[in-house]
């Protein structure tokens, strides 16, 4: 095909004791954008290494502008105009955006580096993208959304003819996520290829043009972008998900958390709310409102400067992870990699690293009796790996999210903080998680849940708890929760100093539009 920059024929790759792949198809035309979609697990990111040459297939064949190639590092990749953005933001924090940009490929002039051209090349480039930074700004500064457009102008330097994106829109704003389809649409335009990665079903339609879907590894389905979701869904969990939110609601009883007058000076203020046993409590609010230092000040992680948390009627001391492990608090964290996993450690190690003091007895550790709790909990929260031995850096997100939940429930936690709790988390896996949540609420635990997905919000909530610049806007039982009244509340102008935490508001009452943007929904 005249129009073909990529194809790949019967692709396989093992692992000891795992086929990653197996017989995977797949093309990429010029000017389109392909997505590539399937459950964590499936295959997607094994491919993607394929081509940007950190791994090679054991069978089959890549076919790169007519012609069959080789691809045995990232070199070679590059040298084929293939460029990568992965999820995890391949930059340099110290060095400038324009050297990240020509890292490794600095014009030079007399032998040293021609920082005058490097800095214009790269500002032709972040013009290009759209994106108003400095080339000589420190990518430590920059927010998410200006790294992924710095990513873009490095594969543009590389003049990419495909360029392969990997959850590109997993942690930006509505705003955020349209700026970047604009690119996404002007480089289709300019002809460049796209392999498009997302588990946001609703982005297929507004910005695709084919879907390859890949199931267990195997190539199971190409269909147009137009494709309903519903069929989506069952091409890549093999089975239709008939509730996407199954919530179900046992009887309340008493209030397991308690938070009280909860301030930290220019950061969150006068927070005041409860959970009961068997409840989920979802917290709802804008980029920037304050919901996960609250939590993370409610855990002890953070310092707060006035109010109390108790915990089943008892108070906690303040600043102090460990007495609200004690007390039966288990936090979640938004960055699982970064703050919930230890990724070099097996899934054993991390499964019983909340329990490992309390398995500790003369300094000695009951190895046998973590690694039966261990196995008891990855059987039951159906951890998909090779075996208990496995470093968790190799589960795919769905499977590492069970596991950093699996140690809590070792923990036989009161009261599960969950922030994010399906960020990059494909449709199945979702699913699974709240069947999770449900047995938990079922066993007579509390759930605090903030998420930025607000149907899962709505659809997962008892009641919901919105904030807006740092405080409690308002509260919204189940059955009053809808989009349109969240987001009064959370874009409402905040309440002065003086005022207590505010009753449950109207979601008709006028509201004023802040500069903050408004979370997505999927």
């Known amino acids: 095909m005249r129009n073909e920059l990529l194809r790949i024929e019967g692709i396989r790759k093992t692992f000891p004791g795992v086929v990653a792949l197996d017989g995977v198809d797949f093309d990429l035309r010029r000017g389109e954008v392909h997505v590539l979609l399937g459950e964590n697990g499936a295959g997607k990111s094994t491919l993607i290494k394929m081509l940007s040459g950190a791994y090679r297939p054991d069978a089959g064949r890549v076919v790169v502008g007519g012609e069959e190639v080789r691809i045995h590092g990232a070199q070679d990749s590059e040298r084929l105009g293939i460029a990568t953005i992965y999820q995890e933001f391949n930059l340099v924090p110290d060095l400038t955006v324009a050297e990240n940009i020509f890292l490794g490929r600095q014009p030079r002039r007399f032998g040293l580096i021609d920082r005058k051209r490097m800095e214009a090349d790269a500002t032709e480039l972040l013009e290009r993208v759209g994106v108003n930074v400095s080339p000589r700004a420190r990518v430590r500064e920059l ?61 297929i339609a507004a910005l695709g043009d084919r879907v390859t879907v890949i199931r267990d590894g195997r190539s199971v389905g190409q269909v147009p972008a137009s494709t309903p979701e519903d069929e ?49 409590v979802g917290v709802a609010g804008l980029v920037g409102a304050g919901r996960t230092e609250v939590v993370r000040a409610v855990f002890g992680a953070d310092p707060y400067d006035k109010g109390l948390v108790k915990v089943a009627g008892a108070e906690l001391r303040r600043h102090d992870v460990n007495a609200a492990m004690r007390a039966g608090i288990g936090l979640v964290p938004e960055d699982r990699k970064g703050q919930g996993l230890v990724l070099d450690a097996s899934v054993a190690e991390n499964l019983g690293l909340v329990t490992l003091r309390g398995a500790t007895r003369g300094g000695f550790v009951d190895l ?109 039982p189940a059955a009053e929760a809808t989009q349109d009244a969240v987001m009064a509340l959370a874009v409402s102008a905040p309440t002065t100093a003086s005022e207590s935490t505010p009753l449950p508001a109207s979601a008709t009452e006028k509201t004023e539009k802040t500069e903050v943007e408004a979370p997505r929904g999927h």
């Open 143 to 203: 927010g998410i959304a200006r790294l992924q457009m710095v990513e873009i102008a490095k594969a543009l330097s590389l003049d990419a003819r495909v360029l392969i994106m990997d959850e590109p829109t997993a942690v930006l704003t509505s705003e955020e996520v349209d700026k970047l389809f604009a690119i996404v649409r002007r480089l289709r335009e300019d002809g460049v290829g796209i392999v498009f990665i997302t588990h946001h079903l609703e982005e």
């Open 232 to 280: 989506l869904v069952r091409l890549m969990v093999g089975r239709s998900i008939e509730q996407q939110y199954p919530r179900e609601r046992p009887d309340t009883g008493e209030a397991l958390l308690h938070v009280e007058g909860l301030t930290r000076d220019g950061v969150f203020h006068d927070v005041s709310f409860e959970v009961r046993a068997g409840e989920v």
């Open 368 to 476: 046998k009796g973590q690694h039966e709790a261990a196995a008891r909990i990855a059987e039951q929260l159906g951890v998909r790996m090779a075996g208990l031995h496995q470093h968790v850096r190799t589960l795919s997100g769905g499977n590492q999210q069970k596991v950093v939940i699996g140690k809590w429930l070792l923990a036989d936690t009161k009261v599960l903080i969950l922030d994010e709790p399906t960020r990059g988390i494909d449709v199945g896996a979702k699913v699974e998680i709240y069947q999770l949540i449900n047995e938990l609420t079922a066993a007579g635990a509390a759930v605090l849940m903030i998420s930025s997905d607000l149907p899962e919000v709505l659809g997962m909530s008892d009641r919901v708890l919105v904030m807006a610049q740092g405080r409690i806007a308002g509260e919204l």
